[in-house]
């Protein structure tokens, strides 16, 4: 069966200004397909990036990414992956981590501890799946015994010397945790995984949150932490050493920044509502800020 869209709208419930946002901006007929980062900026920005620019245009990518200490050179664009996306594994060292160090993992529902404990009870099964894990193999474990799922790229552009792993949002935010561990957070799981591939591929890597909105609080902290090695949550089973490489990888771009670098992406009608939610965002936040100052 094949897998379905990712619906990245539900978040909104959460947010009474947001969805107030939304509907202000869209009306009434609010609709996944609407608001859905993918589909109304992730395909058809970088869609029409790969069908248009010339072939060293994620070079120039990358040069509008803040915050990226590390820059790759990147060569021509080889390919851009789009739909479906790409599916990457977690690797076998944090299967093998989680499983070492399964009585120390809490779940994201709390109420769920007793299952986590039942899916490693079985001491035979966990270290004969150990024994695979530590020869760097993955595949025919039992389902139970593996605790993280695939991460999915919103984008992935493979370059002559690079890969680009684009994590694109809108009205939704990096996730920051699992089902089986409250501390593995969206950011954490992408970056290994384009490490991974790049590794495969004898490539360099880097990763660019476009977004639309400024970040969530969570979010920052997540950024800040990784990039300054304070925080090292999802990560535990990476050596210090690589931890700081993957920090030196992080970029952050609006969707704005992107379609000033190449204002034709403004005549594209899923973009059509670009400056103005941009701009009701903006006036929201500076008036939460004068009520702050007038109390």
């Not at 700081?244 to 973009?271: M, N, V, Y």
């Not at 059509?272 to 800020?289: F, I, K, N, P, V």
Request: proline share 6%.
């Amino acid at each position: 069966m094949p897998r379905r869209a990712k619906t990245k709208t539900a978040k909104t419930d959460f947010y009474p200004e947001v969805q107030s946002l939304l509907h202000g901006a869209f009306g009434e007929d609010l609709m996944v397909g609407r608001t859905n980062s993918k589909m109304t900026r992730v395909q058809p920005v970088f869609g029409w990036l790969q069908a248009n620019c010339t072939p060293g245009w994620p070079q120039l990518l990358i040069g509008l990414a803040q915050g990226m200490e590390h820059v790759p050179r990147c060569g021509a664009v080889r390919r851009v992956k789009l739909d479906p996306e790409e599916a990457i594994p977690p690797t076998p060292a944090r299967l093998a981590w989680m499983l070492h160090n399964a009585e120390l993992l809490a779940p994201h529902d709390g109420r769920e501890w007793r299952e986590l404990r039942q899916r490693v009870s079985e001491n035979k099964s966990v270290s004969r799946a150990l024994a695979q894990l530590d020869v760097g193999r993955s595949d025919h474990l039992p389902r139970k015994l593996v605790l993280e799922g695939k991460t999915h790229a919103d984008c992935l552009i493979e370059c002559e010397e690079a890969l680009i792993w684009i994590e694109g949002k809108r009205f939704d935010w990096l996730s920051p945790s699992i089902k089986w561990d409250v501390t593995r957070d969206q950011l954490a799981r992408n970056l290994e995984a384009v490490w991974s591939l790049a590794i495969n591929a004898n490539k360099d890597y880097c990763l660019i949150i476009c977004h639309e909105h400024p970040l969530k609080h969570h979010e920052k902290l997540l950024v800040e932490g990784y990039r300054s090695g304070t925080w090292t949550g999802g990560w535990p089973h990476i050596p210090e050493n690589l931890r700081r490489e993957f920090g030196k990888r992080i970029g952050t771009a609006t969707w704005q920044a992107i379609t000033d670098a190449w204002p034709s992406l403004r005549e594209l009608s899923a973009l059509g509502d670009l400056e103005s939610a941009y701009c009701s965002t903006e006036r929201m936040t500076e008036q939460r800020h004068r009520d702050r100052r007038s109390c």
